[in-house]
């Protein structure tokens, strides 16, 4: 059974950081590409980071980059993202996800796993 358990989460004052993990159970992450994507409240799910976790390769949406870094740990299997510089648009719902490893084009926002999600709260 696969299950994706996110943690971190919390309220953060503006400018500050908070680095989630996700942990993978059921799948080994080196075979996967790991996504974060985000829900805010009364807005649809977007996504916000990726990581092809063979090649490293990484990718960002527009509005984190410079702030947002995504890494893997095989030892642990786990998938972290760190977010710096929060700001109050940062509140959201995050979620971690595993899907293909190809994070071009149409898969990069391709899911076969989701995790329950974890709050962020960033305050002005």
């Known amino acids: 059974q696969v299950q994706l358990v996110e943690s971190g989460g919390g309220l953060v004052q503006a400018g500050g950081s908070l680095r989630l993990s996700c942990a993978a159970s059921?799948?080994?992450?080196?075979?996967?590409?790991m996504r974060w994507f985000r829900q805010a409240p009364g807005k649809e799910r977007e996504f916000v980071a990726a990581?092809?976790?063979?090649?490293?390769?990484?990718y960002l949406t527009d509005s984190v980059k410079g702030r947002f870094t995504i890494s893997r740990d095989y030892a642990k299997n786990t998938v972290d993202l760190q977010m710096n510089s929060l700001e109050p648009e940062d509140t959201a719902v995050y979620y971690c996800?595993?899907?293909?490893?190809?994070?071009?084009?149409?898969?990069?926002?391709?899911?076969?796993?989701w995790g329950q999600g974890t709050q962020v709260t960033g305050s002005s």
């Open positions: 996800a595993a899907g293909p490893r190809a994070l071009s084009g149409q898969y990069l926002e391709r899911v076969n796993y």
């Open positions: 059921g799948v080994t992450i080196s075979k996967y590409g």
């Open positions: 990581i092809d976790c063979s090649s490293g390769s990484t």
